[in-house]
Structures are given as structure tokens and as C-alpha cells.
């Protein structure tokens, strides 16, 4: 792609897009089967260590911890290279033009792994999906029917309604939660349609995060649905549901 120049005609410059298209589609397509392998040995790790939970092998488990948080890493640098790919494409496809798009695209992957290296612990991991169930299922093998405590050990409550760090609520409509997706490029979380629905608007499939502050450019692929949050969704509805209940047994009971 690097020092590629048009013909000048019409003809020439869809042939250039088109074989710059393909490229594209090529290093997607080799990304997308190397986040299959990680996807795999996510797996591997976490039926592993289950495995030595089991048999009291505490340190190899630990090993298994730091294989998985490792795994998470290489999986969060495979999707902001992605993320650099699909951002270079849309300005190519806009007509930009690039001297060496190569040192372009080290120069925006330097960028995002030095951005992903800053990030705390729990943003990295604790609030990682994966690494939460390989968590669950650990804990389970000697816990079972008890709920596993926060990983975080500062937090003093797992359910956080509201604008702090877990927020149940839908920046974008302010209510609870619909199918719950979280940015692997902010970890802002969102409903699902509510965000597509943005990105629609915008008309060329991005939109810039909406969280006031956050200036990330959020693509569809950039979302990962979030069955941690959909859990705790459930968990609210049903704590309120019941609270409600309780309201109207005591106001039935008054009235009486």
C-alpha cells in the first residue's frame, strides 16, 4: 500500500481503492483468525486452571492467572491495531493520501499500546469479561451456590446505579441498560441500539464516544457485548421488582 500512486483517470483510482480494499480485508481477515487463537487459549487457561483448583494446586493456578492476564493483553493490542487498520482504510476510502502509510500505521499503534499501558489494573482485567469468568469458575469449584466477592478489593458495592464506575444506566437514553456493549477502546458502556442508533446518525459508521470527555472514535466492531453488566442488569430489575412488592404489601397493609 505504501508509495502507491493513481493513474490520474477515474478507472485508475476505483482500481487502486479497490486493490487497497482487498489488502485490508487480507490483514483483517489474519486478525481475525489470530483473535480466534487467543479466543482458544482463553479457554484452554481457564479449564486448566479449574482443573487445578480442583486438586488444591494453588501456585500453578496462580501461573494460569498471569497466562490469562497475558492472553488479555496481546488480545487488547490485537483489537487497537484493528481498530488503527480500520481508521487508515476509512481515510483512505475519503481520498486521503499517505507518503509511507506504514510508519502511519506503527506511529498510531505506538500510540494505542503506550495509551493501553497507562490503563490501571482493574481496567485492564477486573473489569475484563473474560478474566471475570475465569475468576467465577475457579471460585465455584470450592464456592458453590455462594457469590464470588468483588475482584476489586476497593469496591465496597458490586451494583453501582448511576454516573460512578459501574453504571447500570445508558449514558445515551439514561435509563437501565438494553443489551448491554462496552467500547474495547474507552470501556464506556452503552445499549446496544442506543449506540448503533448514534452511529447511524453520523453516517459514515463511527461516532466519536459520548461520554462528555472522551474523545475516542467508536466503530460497531470496537463494541463487545457485556454479559457481566447484563447480569447485574437483571439482578437490579429483579432487587426492584421485589422492593416494589414489599411497598405495596406495607401500603395494603396501612390502608387496611
Known amino acids: 500500500m505504501a508509495g502507491r500512486r493513481s493513474s490520474g483517470s477515474l478507472e485508475g483510482n476505483t482500481s487502486l481503492v479497490l486493490s487497497e480494499n482487498m489488502e485490508y480485508d487480507n490483514l483483517f481477515r489474519d486478525s481475525e483468525t489470530l483473535s480466534q487463537y487467543i479466543s482458544k487459549g482463553i479457554n484452554y487457561a481457564t479449564d486448566a486452571a479449574v ?12 501461573k494460569m492467572d498471569e497466562s490469562l492476564r497475558n492472553l488479555i493483553d496481546i488480545e487488547n493490542k490485537l483489537i487497537a491495531q484493528k481498530d488503527v487498520l480500520e481508521r487508515i482504510k476509512i481515510r483512505t476510502n475519503n481520498g486521503r493520501k499517505f507518503d509511507d502509510i506504514v510508519e502511519v500505521y506503527d506511529q498510531e499503534c505506538e500510540k494505542a499500546f503506550k495509551d493501553y499501558s497507562q490503563i490501571s489494573e482493574e481496567e485492564k482485567y477486573l473489569k475484563n469479561e473474560n478474566y471475570e469468568d ?6 465455584e469449584v470450592k464456592h458453590q451456590n455462594e457469590p464470588m466477592p468483588s475482584l476489586n478489593q476497593n469496591d465496597d458495592d458490586d451494583i453501582v446505579v448511576g454516573h460512578q464506575k459501574d453504571s447500570l444506566t445508558c449514558p445515551i437514553t439514561t435509563l437501565l441498560l438494553e443489551n448491554p456493549v462496552t467500547s474495547d477502546l474507552c470501556k464506556h458502556s452503552f445499549s446496544k441500539e442506543a449506540i448503533l442508533s448514534l452511529m447511524r446518525q453520523s453516517g459514515d459508521a463511527v461516532c466519536v464516544c459520548p461520554i462528555p470527555g472522551c474523545e475516542k472514535q467508536i466503530m460497531e466492531h470496537n463494541l463487545k457485548e457485556n454479559k457481566r453488566l447484563e447480569r447485574k442488569v437483571a439482578e437490579e430489575i429483579k432487587k426492584k421488582r421485589k422492593s416494589n412488592k ?7 397493609s396501612i390502608d387496611d
Open 51 to 62: 482443573d487445578l483448583e480442583e486438586v488444591d494446586e494453588e501456585e500453578k493456578v496462580q
Open 134 to 139: 475465569f475468576r467465577q469458575k475457579i471460585w
Open 246 to 252: 414489599i411497598d405495596d404489601i406495607e401500603y395494603t
